[in-house]
């Protein structure tokens, strides 16, 4: 298994963070590794949708577990291996601790860990302080 989280704090509400979850077509705004994002319904539990990471093709993705405000999941089948992604929004005196947490399963999971899991580490950083921006911008009238 190979697993990588990051934490940023941010000012911006748990609301205004998960506007921009359930903004799945939006996420390449703060994932610079995301070329386009696609949900084919609600945002919930058992919904499908695709990843297009930049340069690839469409990947299918299904969320597993939503609580709104709170956290969600979703996990990506690979030949051979999981990728698997928790996100969560948690209150603290410093403010609003948005947390990421990946995981890469499965008896395959060391032929991807070089590859996207490198990938992961590079961007994961700077997608969640690009979240938290964009979640503390103000609203356009």
Known sequence: ???????????????????LYTDVAGWPRWDSELDACTLSGPFEAGTTGTLTPKG??????????????????????LPGAVLKFHH????????LKITHTIHLIGPDYDRYAATIGKSIAAHLPPALKKLAALAEAPVPA
Not at 57 to 77: C, G
């Open 56 to 77: 690839m093709t469409p990947i299918p993705f299904t969320l597993l577990h939503v609580d709104p405000f709170k956290s969600f999941s979703d996990e990506t089948h």
């Open 88 to 95: 969560t929004l948690e209150a603290t005196p410093e403010g």
């Open 1 to 19: 298994m190979w697993m990588i989280r990051v934490s940023e704090h941010t000012r911006a509400s748990a609301e205004q963070v998960w506007f």
